[in-house]
């Protein structure tokens, strides 16, 4: 699968980037750790300040959600220990 910078690139190879009524082009924006894209993670693009193409594109940012390596470890665990004790609860009511 392409990273979302890939994609971008792909785009701008084959769509010019828009023209402002003043002349001006549009940037070439990256989506990136310090906010992503147009300065903001959470904000959904689209090109009509970006890219002149034929059809509407989007992307929103989701944001991933990191635990401590310990949390994780924890969490599979107590999450093997449950499905254990569903099984085990699961054969004797049979």
Avoid: W
């Amino acid at each position: 699968m392409l990273s979302a910078n890939k994609v971008l690139e792909f785009l701008e190879s084959k769509f010019a980037l828009h023209t402002y009524p003043d002349g001006r082009k549009a940037n070439k924006d990256r989506f990136g750790k310090n906010n992503g894209c147009f300065g903001s993670a959470n904000r959904l693009i689209t090109q009509l300040a970006y890219l002149r193409t034929p059809f509407d594109f989007y992307a929103k940012i989701t944001q991933l959600k990191y635990n401590d390596v310990d949390e994780t470890i924890t969490e599979v665990l107590e999450a093997e220990k449950r499905y254990k004790e569903y099984k085990i609860n699961l054969e004797t009511s049979e």
